[in-house]
T-cell receptor, first 111, second 120 residues
Framework: TQLLKQSPQFLSIQEGENLTVYCNSS?????LQWYRQEPGEGPVLLVT?????EVKKLKRLTFQFGDARKDSSLHITAAQPGDTGLYLC???????????FGGGTRVLVKP | GAVVSQHPSWVICKSGTSVKIECRSL??????MFWYRQFPKQSLMLMAT?????????EQGVEKDKFLINHASLTLSTLTVTSAHPEDSSFYIC????????????????FGNGTRLTVT
């Protein structure tokens, strides 16, 4: 059973469209991180959210942490082909930075 | 430049041989590093936590005698896949927290670029 469930698993959209990726859990996390991974490379950190209800923006990307700190969402506005990749959420439950990763959402933005 | 350097980026080996993968932290010390395995189109699965100067901590189901981890210095951890078999073929990735403070949170993880292992 996956502690962090991401949905959808795969998303294919046209350039210019918006998309939202969800990361849900029944557990409370002290923080949640979002990463993007491109084929053949390691994940790259996009953002860390810490406070319940927190919203962070990174250019066209908007990240939200649920009030109860059990879920998070990533919204991309006017997606571009460069946004293509595997998006991973990762929750931090315990001390020691041992993250639990969600199953990932593969995003394909077609030109 | 890369914060965590992983080498090699890909390796092909014959069944029964051993393969060593190196993970180096550049410009910072990493008392802890994490090793992950990733199957095609899937998420990361934590294999073990590498601790400088002490034994690695393995996740449930990961054979410590097969996946040997050595963290001999503050900037280097190695993963050796011993007696590799085709089912060990995978993408192995290491990571290190930029700031590791016990009982603290939120330190971002910096990942290496991964090693694609193919066992024939």
């Amino acid at each position: 059973t996956q502690l962090l469930k991401q949905s959808p698993q795969f998303l294919s959209i046209q350039e210019g469209e918006n998309l939202t990726v969800y990361c849900n859990s029944s557990s409370v996390f002290s923080s949640l991180q979002w990463y993007r991974q491109e084929p053949g490379e390691g994940p790259v950190l996009l953002v860390t959210v810490v406070t319940g209800g927190e919203v962070k923006k990174l250019k066209r990307l908007t990240f939200q942490f649920g009030d109860a700190r059990k879920d998070s969402s990533l919204h991309i506005t006017a997606a571009q082909p460069g946004d293509t990749g595997l998006y991973l959420c990762a929750g931090d439950k315990a001390a020691g930075n041992k993250l639990t990763f969600g199953g990932g959402t593969r995003v394909l933005v077609k030109p | 430049g890369a914060v965590v350097s992983q080498h090699p980026s890909w390796v092909i080996c014959k069944s029964g041989t051993s393969v060593k993968i190196e993970c180096r932290s550049l410009d910072f010390q990493a008392t802890t590093m994490f090793w992950y395995r990733q199957f095609p189109k899937q998420s990361l699965m934590l294999m073990a936590t590498s601790n400088e100067g002490s034994k690695a901590t393995y996740e449930q189901g990961v054979e410590k005698d097969k996946f040997l981890i050595n963290h001999a210095s503050l900037t280097l951890s190695t993963l050796t896949v011993t007696s590799a078999h085709p089912e060990d073929s995978s993408f192995y990735i290491c990571s290190a927290p930029l700031h590791f403070i016990p009982h603290s949170y939120n330190s971002p993880l910096h990942f290496g670029n991964g090693t694609r292992l193919t066992v024939t």
